[in-house]
């Protein structure tokens, strides 16, 4: 006859097994935030260079149909017929954090400034990026 021999021994995780478990989650969720944040800021970047395209191919528009109009005469009322998808008003823009930006259109191509009325660009200067990342 055939015995069957009963263990009391159970498959559990250890305690060491589930520290270690944890540590690597832990370090996962650690890598995974400053890499959200920088896509979050490269987004915002995308985002505001393409509004600040937008606002640069209205005002080409505006004075490829007014040409002896002076660029330095715009004002938004002039532009804003020719923003894509009938747009009410410019389009609202943010920098990194959260504050509003401006356009300035009375210049080609047009540019942000922030709220003292400064040009707005966190990239290194003269690198011809339209864009409001770092």
């Given amino acids: 006859m055939d015995t069957i021999i009963k263990s009391n021994k159970r498959s559990a995780v250890t305690l060491i097994e589930l520290t270690v478990v944890i540590g690597v989650i832990l370090i996962l969720v650690g890598i995974a935030i400053p890499v959200t944040n920088a896509y979050r800021d490269w987004q915002t970047g995308i985002s ?4 600040l395209q937008a606002v640069y191919t209205a005002q080409r528009l505006y004075l490829s149909d007014f040409p002896t109009t002076d660029v330095t005469t715009l004002i938004p009322a002039n532009i ?3 923003l894509p998808d009938n747009a009410p008003a410019l389009p609202v823009v943010q920098d990194l954090n959260g504050n509003p930006l401006a356009f300035n259109i009375a210049i080609s191509p047009p540019i942000y400034l922030d709220a003292a ?3 707005y660009d966190p990239t290194p200067a003269g690198d ?3 864009d409001v990342g770092r």
Avoid: D, F, N, T
């Fill in 117 to 119: 009325g400064v040009l």
């Fill in 80 to 82: 804003i017929p020719y």
């Fill in 128 to 130: 011809g990026q339209w």
């Fill in 48 to 51: 505001a260079g393409e509004r």
